[in-house]
């Protein structure tokens, strides 16, 4: 497993041609600009993976059922198990169980010390028995521990991220954002962790990521591949930077804005 | 325990690097029959050890919330206390507190409203068999990677039949071509032999998912203090996946 999604980051990537590339950009720059126009006065949008996977999924409407979101051991153990990838990444820690350990007696000093780093998440962490921060804890350490050791790190190069989101927002209407999120950022490749089914819709979440990258080079360079990776079976599915990702991309967030007519199509 | 546990490192099993595809294609197979008896277009068929191997003892089907399966959430939730901080103080409190904080209110609120002498009662079960797994459990230093609730799901007809499990507890790193983990099942109601099969159907679930097997599997019976430890072996995942087979060939899933 180590091998193989390694393999699939640090691959080399094709060459892409320049002056296809930067038209195919512009178009999808001009679909955005006119759905930020269209969507004047509608309000604020942000689109996400969440948001394509929604609109172009079969479990859309169970999806869309979904309970307000509340913190639970569940929905803290990206930003925990991150948190806890970053310093073992760092060498700030020896294992996932004392990094998710750091991290968590971080929160508590946060809210204690009234730091202005202290975060909702902190608070609620803050918040729970030692009983709860346990059972929050064992969570963050299982997510922690699949991503840590399902990569070679030294194969990866020195010039990682670790779970940052990277926002484009839409030049033509403040109120039009784009999120692309990757667990881990290598110079050449964007590792997503993927959870939940198998889908169709897969390869558009995944081309926001690479969406999102285009628009945010001031040179207009090529962004990395990003790879899905589902921990739970093992599966990986690899999106390389093509034209037809960002026209992907650019449809997909029509569809989600309910904007656009044309059928999102798969990039050959 | 934890010795027979980590066993001889220097002879971890190595296994055919075919055997994992080998048992794909087989439940390949068996899944797309069940994909063209149903339909393109049916609903996924989701396929866990409760539908493979019958629930557990005393679990009665559509009762959601029986003695039983609040027994095991509870013990389950003190279990991953234990191995993450290696203890517990008092076992009820604490194990309403991690099932709290992983969102599973309405259980928590189902068993603050016993009447209390029910409530006194499961009390006293859970302290039980949290001093079996004190008693029982080995502390296990982080390098070994200690996990809990590990979840597999692996999809078989592109998504159309998904089989998929939750390791209480993984350890060790994995190594391409060479069996490193070791997994430890935890039953709090037995039958063995089914709490048995049911590691064998995880340890195939793994092959899948990794490649490789597990190399050792270890069993605690949580009510007794009975366990057991087996090497993992290629017969017991041709016998689970042939049950598999069975199972699509001939289940209720139609």
């Known amino acids: 497993m180590a091998d193989r999604l ?110 202005p780093c202290a975060s909702q998440l902190d608070r609620w962490l803050a918040g729970l028995s030692p009983a709860g921060r346990a059972a929050v804890g064992a969570e963050a350490v299982t997510w922690a521990t699949r991503l840590w050791c399902a990569l070679d790190w030294p194969a990866l190069g020195s010039t990682l991220t670790i779970g940052r989101d990277r926002w484009w927002d839409s030049p033509h209407s403040a109120l039009l954002a784009l999120r692309g999120r990757a667990e881990v950022r290598t110079d050449r490749a964007n590792l997503v962790v993927l959870s939940g089914p ?15 990258d285009s628009l945010r080079a001031r040179d207009g360079a090529v962004p990395g591949r990003v790879v899905g990776w589902w921990p739970d079976s093992g599966h990986l599915v690899r999106v390389e930077p093509e034209p037809a990702v960002l026209t992907l991309g650019a449809e997909a967030v029509g569809l989600v804005l309910g904007a656009a007519g044309a059928p999102v199509r798969s990039p050959a | 325990m934890l010795a027979l546990l980590r066993g001889d490192t220097a002879a971890r099993p190595r296994f055919d690097p075919e055997l994992a595809g080998g048992l794909r294609a087989w439940l390949e197979d068996a899944a797309y029959e069940v994909v063209a008896t149903r339909g393109e277009h049916a609903p996924p068929v989701f396929l866990g050890a409760g539908q493979l ?33 290696g203890g517990f103080d008092h076992p009820l409190r604490d194990a309403l507190d991690g099932l709290r904080a992983s969102g599973a209110e309405p259980l928590v609120r189902h068993i603050e409203s016993l009447a209390p002498p029910a409530r006194s009662a499961l009390s006293e079960t859970v302290a039980s068999h949290a001093a079996t797994m004190r008693e029982m459990v080995p502390r296990f230093a982080p390098g070994w990677m200690p996990r809990t609730s590990d979840r597999v799901a692996i999809p078989l007809a592109g998504g159309r039949v998904v089989l998929h499990g939750s390791f209480d507890l993984l350890v060790g790193l994995p190594h391409p071509g060479t069996a490193s983990l070791c997994a430890l099942g935890l039953s709090t109601s037995g039958p063995w032999a089914r709490e048995r099969r049911c590691l064998h159907y995880l340890a195939l679930l793994e092959t899948l998912r990794s490649g490789t097997p597990p190399f050792r599997l270890a069993l605690l019976e949580t009510a007794t203090g009975r366990y057991g430890v087996e090497d993992v072996r290629e017969e017991h995942l041709r016998a689970i996946a042939s049950h598999l087979c069975a199972w699509l060939a001939t289940g209720p899933h139609g």
């Open chain 1, 6 to 115: 390694t393999d699939a980051l640090v691959a080399p990537l094709a060459d892409v041609d320049p002056s296809s590339w930067a038209a195919t950009l512009e178009e999808a720059k001009g679909t955005l600009a006119g759905l930020a126009v269209r969507r004047a006065g509608a309000g604020p949008f942000r689109v996400t993976g969440h948001e394509i996977r929604a609109a172009l999924s079969s479990d859309a409407t169970e999806l869309a059922a979904q309970l307000p979101f509340a913190w639970s051991a569940r929905t803290s153990r990206r930003a925990l198990g991150l948190a806890a990838v970053r310093l073992l990444v760092a060498g700030d820690a020896r294992s996932p169980v004392e990094a998710v350990r750091a991290r968590l007696e971080e929160s508590c000093h946060w809210v204690r010390d009234g730091s």
């Open chain 2, 53 to 85: 191997l019958g629930p557990p003892a005393g679990w009665r089907d559509g009762d959601a919330l029986s003695e039983e399966l609040l027994l095991s959430r509870l013990v389950h939730a003190l279990f991953r206390q234990l191995v993450n901080e």
């Open chain 1, 198 to 212: 198998r889908r169709e819709s897969v390869r558009a979440e995944l081309a926001l990521v690479t969406l999102v």
